[in-house]
Structure formats: C-alpha cells, structure tokens
C-alpha cells in the first residue's frame, strides 16, 4: 500500500525565513504519525502544506496518492481538520455549526443531520446540539471542534495541538476517542506539546527543531536510542548547583539542563546513586519518558533563544 502521506525534501520559507528546511517523512495508512517540536520548529508549517492551505516552497508532497500542487480540492474532500484554534461561528448553535460545515463537502441536508448526531454523540454533546456556542465549556468548544473534524468522514484526520487548554478529564476522554478512531482505520496526523500523549497514542513520530528532522521512530525505540531505560534526576540547591556540576564532570557525566533539574541519561543507576546519593539531595531514579528524549535534542537550544 502506498503511503498515506509522502514528503520529499519538503521546503517552506515565510519572506527569509525558513520554516521547514527540507524534511523528508512519510505516514502509513492507519497509523497515528506524530510531529513534536518547540515553537517555531515547524509543525504547523508542515500540517498546514499537508491540509493543502499553505503552498510549498520547494520538493515534493504527496497526499493520499495525490500531488498538493496538481489537486489540492481532490485532497481537501478527503480530508479531515481539528486547528488550533476554537475557530467555531459563535452566531450559530452546536448543531447549526456543523450543518454549515456539511455544505462545504455538498453533503445532503439528511446525510449531514445524521453524521452531526453520531460525531456529536460520540463526543458527549449531543444533549447540548441547541445551545449556543457562548454557552459551552472550553472542553466542549474543543470536543466540538473534534467532532466537526470527522463529520466528513475523512481517510485522513489532521489534530493540530487537540487537547491545549483541555482539563485531564478532557483530555483522557479526546484520547479515548483517538484510539476508538485508530481502530476504525482512520490515519492520523497529531502535532502536540504533551510529550505523554505522543507516548501514549503516535505509532510513530518524528521531532522537528529550527525547521529540520532531529530524530523519527517509534516511541519507545526514540527512548532506548537517545535515553535509555532510566534516568537519574538531581536537584540540587541553588547554592550547591556548581558543586554538583563538578562532581558530575569529575566522572565524564554532562547533565542535560532544565530549569532547576539535572538530568543524567545512559548511565548505570545503582552507581551513581551509590555515590552521588550521599552527596547530594533530591536524587530521583526513575523510568526514562519521551519528554526526556525530548529535553535532550531540543533542551539546550531552547535555552538559549
């Protein structure tokens, strides 16, 4: 089978500024393919050239077996969208928003009625189809703006950022329905900050920093790569921060940087506690994440913008 979407030393430049410096990925039907990345890295760049509404400044874009440049109407219909932003017409009700979203695709006054009750009743809103947008939560505004996603029933289902600003019961329950769409069949492009939900739902991923590819794979083999199975965390206090910095170097170990922690990756766990431990407070050993793997190719560039 071909893949869903292909990307060939793809470009993007805004005036002098280059976006996204020729990536080259490619996603597989029914999978959830993930981009992370800071700011600025890219992500939204490169999901808005894929849903066909920003052109390409140079290679090659292929998307459900079509090129962007020769039909991006084609690629469009098939196609569904959740931006960023809550970008819901705030004049119209639950229901009537996603009537007028209906018309978009030509869909049949009867079929739209029918797929508006089933996305709104899949994302616990169908009691709410007559109120008024003013009237919904932030996590309703977002589940509405899911379920408008999937009123076309798209081959290929783009989530920028989905669950920003949603609670943690919110957010579980947008997870749940991502994995309900993962077994129907639905591909998958999901671009977040929360490096848990990447880890918990992407097949895999790729993670973009200052516009180009820095690692791609599946989670757990990004953490083995680039971490390991553990992590030691140390927390020093402000005054003995150098101190332990030394120590560390004394023994060829460079912490990674964050904020107040240290983090040492790759390294044998029972020795460095056995040392290090009853020299210095606040030492955690735990179970290495994506956010570590994240921390460790974006982290130092992030401090110094």
Known sequence: MQPVVAAEGLV???????AVDRISFHVEPQECFGFLGPNGAGKTSTMRMIACVSPLTAGALRVLGRDVRDDPRGIKARLGVVPQENNLDPDLT????????????DMPASLARQRAAEVLELFHLADRAKSPIADLSGG?????????????????????EPTTGLDPQARHLVWDKVRYLKGRGVTMLLSTHYMDEAEALCDRLIILHQGRIVAEGRPAGLIATHVGREVIEVRPESADRAR?????????????????????????????LGWLGSQVRGVVRRTATLEDVFLKLTGRALREE
Do not use: C, H, S, W
Request: aromatic share 8%; proline share 3%.
């Open 94 to 105: 639950v229901l009537q928003n996603l009537l007028v979203y209906a018309r978009y695709f």
């Open 12 to 18: 993007k430049r805004y005036d002098e500024r280059v």
């Open 244 to 272: 332990v910095v030394g120590l560390l170097r004394e023994r060829r170990m460079e912490p990674e940087e964050a904020g107040e922690a240290l983090y040492l990756f790759g390294q044998d766990g029972d020795a460095v």
């Open 140 to 160: 309703m505004r977002r589940r509405l703006v899911l379920a408008r996603g999937l009123l076309n029933t798209p081959e290929l289902l783009i989530l920028d």
